[in-house]
C-alpha cells in the first residue's frame, strides 16, 4: 500500500476536513482514546479550526474520552492530562471544543457487576465478553445521544480508524461506505454520522503528522515523543522508532493497543508486560492479581451453581452448570483488590463503585449488612463515608441461629436469607400482593427443583416398553 502522501499533502488533508466541516451545521464528536491514531485527528481538527475565521467556527467539536475506570494507570494519567490541556487551550485560542471523559455507570462497571453481582470475568475465546459493551461502548453511545438532545441536530463522529490496521477492518470500513460520500450512518445511533478523515493513511503517515509538523508538538501544548515512549513501553522498550531517519522515511512503531490492566480476554497481557519490563515496576502488583483472578473463574468452590434468577443448566455430564462468583469469592476479590490498590498507592476501585457493591449485597446477600464496611475497614483502618448509617438488619447472633436451624433441618440457607431480606425490602408496600408474588418467585427458581425436574425429565425420555 502506498503512503497517502505519497500522493496527497497535509494541506490537502486538512482542506478535505475543513470542507466537511463547513459543509453542513451537525455538531462533532471525536473519540479520542490518547493512542496515535486519534491524537491524529484531534491535531488535524484542532488545525483545521485554528485556520478558520472566528465567524467561520459555526458548531462546536466535542473531544469525548472513554475511561472505563480499568484504564492502565500509565495510560489513564496521560489520558486525563491530554483532556485538561485540550480545554485549556481552546479556551485561550477561541474555539468551540469542548473536552470530557465519560465513565460507565457505577452499577454497571467491571468492579460492580464481578464484586457485586458475581459476573464471571470476560472469556478469552470472546463466548462472554461482556466488558466492551458495558464499560466502553455504552457510556459513549450515552454521551453522543445527550449531545445529541442538547442540541436537538443531528451529529458527526470522527473516528482514528484506518484501513492499514488490519485486513478485517479494511474490510469492515469498506463495507459501510457510501458511494461517493464522505459520512457514513452510524451503524447503532440514529441521526448520527461517521467520518473517518485518515482512513487512508498508513501507520507511517500517522507518525509523519505527529513527529514532522511543528516539531512533534500538538496544537495544544503537548510533546508527541511522550505518546512516542508510552508505545515504546508497551512494546517493552523495543519499539525501533526513533522518529525520522535522514532518508526522511519513518520505521513503523506503535503497534501495541493499549488496555485495561486487569483485562481477561487475552493471555498474555502485552502492553502491561511490556510497562513492566521497561521499568515500570510498580505495576507488577497489578499483573499479579490479574493472574490471580483468571486462575480462579473457574474454579468449583468460587461459583455458584445456579444463574442470579434460579435458573439452572445441565452441563454435559448432567451436573449443574457454573453460574456467578460465590458470595465468598466475591468478598475474597475485593480484599485482594483493595490490598492491591494499598500496595501500589493506586485507586483501583472507586468509593462510587464501593457503595453500589454494598448496596447490591445489601439487597441479595448480606443479612447484617455490615459485610462489606467491615471488611473495608479491617483491611485500611478507614471507615467508609457511610460507615455509619450501616444498621444491621439483625444481629450476627440472629444470624448464627438461622445458619444452625436450617443446618439442623436441611432446609437451603440461601433460599431463608433470600425469603428474610425480600420481606425487609417490601416491608413498606400497602399491597400485600408484591410481597406475596416476590415470595412466590423465590419458592419457585428452578435450582430448588433442579433434582426432581431431572428425574421427571430422564423418566420424560426413557423408551417406552
Given at each position: 500500500m502506498n503512503n497517502f502522501f505519497d500522493e496527497f499533502t497535509y494541506d490537502e488533508l486538512l482542506d478535505e476536513i475543513k470542507y466537511v466541516y463547513q459543509s453542513d451545521n451537525r455538531s462533532w464528536i471525536i473519540g479520542y482514546s490518547g493512542g496515535k491514531d486519534s491524537?491524529?485527528?484531534?491535531?488535524?481538527?484542532?488545525e483545521m479550526l485554528q485556520s478558520l475565521n472566528p465567524d467561520e467556527r459555526t458548531k462546536n467539536v466535542y473531544i469525548v474520552s472513554s475511561d472505563t475506570l480499568i484504564e492502565n494507570p500509565l495510560i489513564k494519567i496521560y489520558l486525563s492530562?491530554?483532556?485538561?490541556?485540550?480545554?485549556?487551550?481552546?479556551?485561550?485560542?477561541?474555539?468551540?471544543?469542548?473536552?470530557?471523559?465519560?465513565?460507565?455507570?457505577?452499577?454497571?462497571?467491571?468492579?460492580?457487576?464481578?464484586?457485586?453481582?458475581?459476573?464471571?470475568?470476560?472469556?478469552?475465546?470472546?463466548?462472554?465478553?461482556?466488558?466492551?459493551d458495558r464499560l466502553k461502548i455504552k457510556p459513549s453511545a450515552d454521551k453522543i445521544k445527550a449531545i445529541m438532545s442538547e442540541e436537538d441536530r443531528e451529529v458527526v463522529v470522527?473516528?482514528?480508524?484506518?484501513?492499514?490496521?488490519?485486513?478485517?477492518?479494511?474490510?469492515?470500513?469498506?463495507?459501510?461506505?457510501?458511494?461517493?460520500?464522505?459520512?457514513?450512518?452510524?451503524?447503532?445511533?440514529?441521526?448520527?454520522?461517521?467520518?473517518?478523515?485518515?482512513?487512508?493513511?498508513?501507520?507511517?503517515?500517522?507518525?509523519?503528522?505527529?513527529?514532522?509538523?511543528?516539531?512533534?508538538?500538538?496544537?495544544?501544548?503537548?510533546?508527541?515523543?511522550?505518546?512516542?515512549?508510552?508505545?515504546?513501553?508497551?512494546?517493552?522498550?523495543?519499539?525501533?522508532?526513533?522518529?525520522?531517519?535522514?532518508?526522511?522515511?519513518?520505521?513503523?512503531?506503535?503497534?501495541?493497543?493499549?488496555?485495561?490492566?486487569c483485562c481477561t480476554v487475552v493471555r498474555d497481557d502485552k502492553s502491561l508486560n511490556g510497562f513492566i519490563k521497561a521499568g515500570h515496576r510498580e505495576l507488577i502488583p497489578l499483573?499479579?492479581?490479574?493472574?490471580?483472578?483468571?486462575?480462579?473463574?473457574?474454579?468449583?468452590?468460587?461459583?455458584?451453581?445456579?444463574?442470579?434468577?434460579?435458573?439452572?443448566?445441565?452441563?454435559?455430564?448432567?451436573?449443574?452448570?457454573?453460574?456467578?462468583?460465590?458470595?465468598?469469592?466475591?468478598?475474597?476479590?475485593?480484599?485482594?483488590?483493595?490490598?492491591?490498590?494499598?500496595?501500589?498507592?493506586?485507586?483501583?476501585?472507586?468509593?462510587?463503585?464501593?457503595?453500589?457493591?454494598?448496596?447490591?449485597?445489601?439487597?441479595?446477600?448480606?443479612?447484617?449488612?455490615?459485610?462489606?464496611?467491615?471488611l473495608y475497614y479491617n483491611l485500611t483502618g478507614e471507615k467508609l463515608p457511610w460507615d455509619s448509617y450501616k444498621e444491621p438488619l439483625m444481629n450476627a447472633d440472629t444470624v448464627k441461629s438461622i445458619e444452625d436451624l436450617c443446618e439442623e433441618y436441611d432446609v437451603p440457607n440461601e433460599l431463608v436469607r433470600n425469603l428474610l431480606l425480600s420481606v425487609h425490602q417490601n416491608k413498606n408496600y400497602s399491597n400485600p400482593k408484591i410481597m406475596r408474588k416476590d415470595l412466590d418467585k423465590l419458592l419457585n427458581q428452578q435450582w430448588l427443583h433442579f433434582d426432581i425436574l431431572r428425574e421427571i425429565d430422564n423418566a420424560d425420555n426413557e423408551p417406552c416398553t
Open positions: 491524537t491524529t485527528v484531534v491535531k488535524l481538527v484542532y492530562k491530554m483532556n485538561s490541556m485540550l480545554g485549556e487551550a481552546a479556551a485561550r485560542d477561541g474555539l468551540p471544543i469542548i473536552s470530557c471523559m465519560v465513565t460507565p455507570e457505577y452499577n454497571n462497571t467491571f468492579w460492580t457487576n464481578i464484586i457485586g453481582k458475581g459476573l464471571p470475568t470476560p472469556r478469552m475465546n470472546g463466548t462472554f465478553r461482556w466488558c466492551t470522527l473516528l482514528g480508524v484506518r484501513k492499514a490496521e488490519s485486513n478485517a477492518r479494511r474490510r469492515r470500513i469498506e463495507g459501510r461506505e457510501l458511494v461517493n460520500r464522505m459520512l457514513n450512518r452510524h451503524e447503532t445511533i440514529q441521526d448520527a454520522y461517521v467520518y473517518n478523515p485518515i482512513v487512508e493513511l498508513t501507520t507511517e503517515d500517522v507518525w509523519k503528522v505527529l513527529l514532522e509538523h511543528n516539531s512533534g508538538k500538538t496544537p495544544w501544548g503537548s510533546d508527541n515523543s511522550e505518546l512516542v515512549a508510552l508505545y515504546s513501553d508497551a512494546d517493552s522498550g523495543e519499539c525501533p522508532f526513533a522518529g525520522i531517519s535522514n532518508s526522511g522515511q519513518t520505521q513503523s512503531c506503535g503497534q501495541s493497543r493499549f488496555g485495561c490492566w499483573a499479579e492479581f490479574r493472574s490471580w483472578l483468571m486462575s480462579i473463574r473457574d474454579v468449583d468452590e468460587y461459583r455458584e451453581k445456579k444463574h442470579r434468577d434460579g435458573t439452572v443448566y445441565a452441563d454435559k455430564h448432567g451436573n449443574k452448570g457454573y453460574g456467578p462468583f460465590t458470595w465468598e469469592a466475591r468478598q475474597l476479590i475485593l480484599t485482594r483488590l483493595i490490598e492491591t490498590q494499598r500496595t501500589i498507592n493506586y485507586e483501583l476501585i472507586t468509593l462510587d463503585e464501593l457503595r453500589a457493591i454494598d448496596e447490591i449485597w445489601d439487597r441479595e446477600l448480606d443479612l447484617s449488612r455490615r459485610v462489606l464496611v467491615d
